[in-house]
Nanobody, 118 residues
């Protein structure tokens, strides 16, 4: 009953920038955590950044100072601005949300490919 849809992936050269967006829809009372994860080939999915209710931000050490997660004007959308991208950051990026609708539950987007060439 909840759908997360990502947009904005693509290909870029090393040092370039991309902006990912995520929009949540469905049975949602509130979104407690808005986040982004990524999974590179042969590796586990890892947290990139998240934004928690109350405004707390978390970033992976590897992206601090280069990536910015933000909540957009619409209450149900958020973005990840990625700057100075590196080839090793080539991965499928997933948006994530912890949602409240009676209970807490997790929702995931389908993933969007980001390819950084050297």
């Amino acid at each position: 009953q909840v759908e997360l849809v990502e947009s904005g992936g693509g290909s870029v050269q090393a040092g370039g920038s991309l902006r990912l967006s995520c929009a949540a829809s469905g049975r949602i009372a509130s979104i407690n955590i808005m986040g982004w994860y990524r999974q590179a080939p042969g590796k586990e999915r890892e947290l990139v950044a998240d934004l928690r209710s109350g405004g707390r931000l978390n970033y992976a050490d590897s992206v601090k100072g280069r990536f910015i997660i933000s909540r957009d004007e619409a209450w149900n959308t958020w973005s990840l601005q990625m700057n100075s991208l590196k080839p090793e950051e080539t991965a499928v990026y997933f948006c994530y949300a912890q949602i409240t609708y009676g209970l807490y539950f997790d929702a995931w987007g389908q993933g969007t490919q980001v390819t950084v060439s050297s």
